[in-house]
């Protein structure tokens, strides 16, 4: 019993030579280490090359009958299954161009008749070496490989669900809904992927781009977070003064967004974005916008997408204290828009692609619940300073 499982465990050389007296002496010389099979011309060395139990090494002769050794190698190293099985040629054929073109087939050694027993043996156990090493070495890889991206994914889902809690907090102290944060991700998105062509945006709207600003359009508002509540849910109109504080969400945003970025000790290109989206959504190509007043192109690209996508969820968004606008109406505002609060060429975009804004409009449309929630806050926050 213990002999069968030994024999099992040997690797298996396959023999390739339409000789019989060959194949005789290959066997009686291979079979006390080896399992040896064999094959007496080309395609059935193929079948056998290619069956589910495919050979460790193949000891093969050049000159065959119908497909020579030469031909063999060839198809052998043109299948996927097969192209990585060793090949020693073990050839009467010795002159230098015969071993040269055998090398450079892709055969791993080249052994002339009459053969050397111990010769061939250590060649033999060599390259079942230089094979094992080269499976583990591959094996290792495709290991590592797949648990780098493995945890590469796992990261990124952290990142992704840090980054939408804290917009999430942020949105949950103003009176819009969390909803917001999923549509103007989805609109900036449908932006950038419908200027990727355009001359003034394709150096910037890479495919890599485009996934680091559907990432960093959640963190726009993050900055809300440090406005008062007497200000942030504030259900009319705000005074000048209240209005001068409730601009500073943007700088807050962006100085938040620093802080944690000093703190990571790295430069992150969605942070870098973010960054950007924050400080600058809420600048106008006019330059009549805030914090700082830019205009034109010094306005950054991410900035200018979500300036057009807060605006337009904005618009067609229902609050306790005003209806929702149709969507014709909205287009119309953002017309209107261009060249003032937007930059033409993005309300152009944004005029091919209105019909995808509609329908994330209205897969992420806002429940009567979050509305209800909404209206319990503000009026919440009223009795408190009624109270006061």
């Given at each position: 019993?213990?002999?069968a499982?030994?024999?099992?465990?040997?690797?298996?050389?396959?023999v390739?030579?339409?000789?019989?007296d060959n194949?005789?002496l290959m066997?009686?010389?291979?079979?006390?280490v080896?399992?040896?099979?064999?094959?007496?011309?080309g395609e059935?060395a193929?079948?056998i090359a290619?069956?589910?139990?495919?050979?460790?090494?193949?000891?093969?002769d050049i000159?065959?009958?119908?497909m020579d050794?030469?031909?063999?190698?060839?198809?052998?190293?043109?299948?996927?299954?097969?192209?990585?099985?060793p090949?020693?040629?073990?050839?009467a054929k010795a002159?230098?161009e015969?071993?040269?073109k055998?090398?450079?087939?892709?055969?791993?050694d080249?052994?002339?008749k009459?053969?050397s027993?111990?010769?061939?043996?250590?060649?033999?156990?060599?390259?079942?070496?230089l094979?094992?090493?080269s499976?583990?070495?591959k094996d290792?890889?495709?290991?590592l490989?797949?648990?780098?991206?493995?945890?590469?994914?796992?990261?990124?889902a952290i990142?992704?669900?840090t980054?939408?809690?804290m917009?999430?907090?942020?949105?949950?102290r103003?009176?819009e809904?969390?909803?917001?944060?999923?549509?103007?991700?989805?609109y900036v998105?449908v932006?950038?992927?419908q200027?990727?062509?355009h001359?003034?945006f394709?150096?910037?709207?890479?495919?890599?781009m485009?996934?680091?600003l559907f990432?960093?359009a959640?963190?726009?508002?993050?900055?809300?977070?440090?406005?008062?509540d007497?200000?942030?849910?504030k259900p009319?109109r705000?005074?000048p003064e209240?209005f001068e504080?409730?601009k500073t969400?943007?700088t807050?945003?962006?100085?938040?967004i620093?802080?944690?970025?000093?703190?990571?000790?790295?430069?992150?290109d969605?942070?870098?974005?973010a960054?950007e989206?924050?400080?600058?959504?809420?600048?106008?190509w006019?330059?009549?916008?805030?914090?700082?007043?830019?205009?034109?192109d010094?306005?950054?690209?991410?900035?200018?997408?979500?300036?057009?996508?807060?605006v337009?969820?904005?618009?067609i968004?229902?609050?306790?204290?005003?209806?929702a606008?149709p969507h014709?109406?909205?287009?119309?505002?953002?017309?209107?828009?261009?060249g003032?609060?937007?930059?033409p060429?993005?309300?152009?975009?944004?005029?091919a692609?209105e019909a995808?804004f509609?329908?994330i409009a209205?897969?992420?449309?806002?429940?009567?619940?979050?509305?209800?929630?909404e209206a319990?806050?503000?009026?919440n926050?009223v009795?408190?300073?009624?109270n006061?």
């Amino acid at each position: 019993m213990s002999d069968a499982l030994d024999f099992t465990d040997k690797p298996t050389i396959l023999v390739v030579d339409d000789t019989p007296d060959n194949l005789s002496l290959m066997g009686a010389l291979l079979k006390d280490v080896y399992k040896v099979k064999v094959a007496n011309n080309g395609e059935k060395a193929l079948r056998i090359a290619a069956s589910d139990t495919p050979p460790d090494l193949i000891l093969l002769d050049i000159m065959m009958p119908e497909m020579d050794g030469y031909q063999v190698c060839v198809r052998l190293k043109a299948e996927p299954g097969t192209r990585d099985i060793p090949v020693i040629f073990l050839t009467a054929k010795a002159a230098e161009e015969d071993e040269t073109k055998g090398l450079s087939l892709g055969a791993v050694d080249y052994i002339t008749k009459p053969i050397s027993p111990p010769i061939v043996l250590a060649r033999v156990a060599t390259h079942l070496q230089l094979k094992a090493s080269s499976d583990f070495l591959k094996d290792k890889a495709a290991y590592l490989e797949t648990e780098v991206g493995k945890r590469t994914r796992e990261l990124q889902a952290i990142q992704d669900v840090t980054i939408l809690a804290m917009a999430s907090l942020a949105e949950t102290r103003d009176n819009e809904t969390g909803n917001h944060i999923r549509r103007t991700q989805h609109y900036v998105k449908v932006l950038g992927q419908q200027l990727q062509d355009h001359p003034r945006f394709r150096h910037y709207l890479t495919g890599p781009m485009l996934e680091t600003l559907f990432k960093s359009a959640p963190l726009h508002d993050i900055g809300k977070v440090g406005i008062p509540d007497r200000i942030l849910l504030k259900p009319g109109r705000f005074t000048p003064e209240e209005f001068e504080i409730m601009k500073t969400h943007t700088t807050l945003g962006r100085d938040a967004i620093t802080q944690a970025e000093a703190q990571l000790g790295m430069k992150v290109d969605f942070l870098a974005c973010a960054k950007e989206i924050a400080y600058g959504h809420q600048e106008k190509w006019d330059g009549s916008g805030y914090p700082i007043g830019q205009m034109g192109d010094s306005i950054p690209i991410s900035a200018r997408l979500m300036a057009l996508a807060d605006v337009y969820d904005a618009l067609i968004s229902r609050r306790v204290y005003k209806a929702a606008m149709p969507h014709e109406a909205a287009r119309q505002i953002i017309l209107e828009g261009s060249g003032k609060h937007f930059d033409p060429d993005v309300v152009q975009a944004f005029l091919a692609c209105e019909a995808e804004f509609q329908t994330i409009a209205a897969q992420y449309k806002d429940s009567d619940g979050d509305l209800e929630a909404e209206a319990r806050r503000i009026a919440n926050d009223v009795a408190e300073q009624v109270n006061l």
